[in-house]
């Protein structure tokens, strides 16, 4: 057995989740894939087998240990090689996964390399403040992960979600001291905390904060990014 699938294999039971080897395989092909094009296109600085193993799959599945995913529809805002997506879309094949992110070079090479692999996602090439305008609250959940603070990033989730859906937000160990910032920006969204689950992966934090929509994002949101990024709410 390889490094990747070993690490992977041993990392799912502590993230309380069990998948099928085929399952397994095709998150290890994934993996690989992505190490293969990063090698003429700049997709991540994790190319080591145990680092893609624990920091880009793993990590991706948090999501999964948090939600149950079957029958829903989640979007992934900023997805950039793919993940949270790509990973929850092989690990939940009864999800309904939209790709998306502004870089067309990236959103071409998923759109190429996910039948490949019998995965199935849709691909959106467009900003995520550009591209709610068709998909306002039609989503059960929105995450995001390495995208922006997260007075920036619920800005471009929310709008995303439907009532009683929910943005999950991927963070580091700056967690709890990036919700502290956002108190405002989640009375404004129509968001309420529920919960931030913590999960060491490889001696490293991870997190899943779950914000709760409670009621419609207001039509103004999100704002211009350029606006949002100078002016948080």
């Known amino acids: 057995m390889d490094e990747m699938k070993q690490t992977l294999t041993e990392g799912l039971p502590q993230l309380g989740l069990h998948l099928t080897e085929e ?15 990063n090698e003429v296109m700049n997709l991540t600085g994790i190319t080591d087998d145990k680092g893609v193993a624990n920091l880009h799959l793993l990590d991706s599945l948090t999501v999964l240990a948090t939600q149950d995913l079957s029958g829903k529809r989640l979007v992934d805002v900023g997805c950039g090689a793919g993940f949270p997506g790509v990973p929850l879309a092989i690990a939940c094949p009864e999800a309904d996964i939209t790709l ?16 490949q692999l019998g995965i199935r996602a849709e691909c959106v090439t467009a900003r995520a403040e550009e591209a709610v305008a068709t998909r306002r609250e039609s989503y059960d959940f929105a995450t995001s992960r390495a995208v922006a603070r ?25 967690a709890r ?6 108190g405002n920006a989640m009375k404004k969204l129509g ?5 931030v689950r913590e999960f060491p992966i490889d001696g490293t934090a991870h ?19 350029a606006k949002i990024k100078q002016m948080p709410l």
Request: proline share 6%.
């Open 150 to 174: 997260l007075n920036i990033l619920l800005e471009l989730t929310a709008p995303y979600v439907k009532v009683g859906g929910a943005v999950l937000a991927m963070k580091g160990a700056a």
């Open 207 to 225: 997190a899943v904060i779950v914000l709760r929509k409670v009621a419609p994002t207001p039509r103004q949101y999100p704002r211009r990014f």
């Open 191 to 195: 968001l309420k905390l529920e919960e």
């Open 23 to 37: 399952k397994i395989d095709t998150l290890c092909a994934f993996g690989r894939a992505m190490v293969k094009q």
């Open 177 to 182: 001291e990036e919700l502290a910032e956002c």
């Open 100 to 115: 998306l992110d502004s870089l067309g070079k990236r959103m071409k090479w998923l759109e190429a390399v996910l039948p």
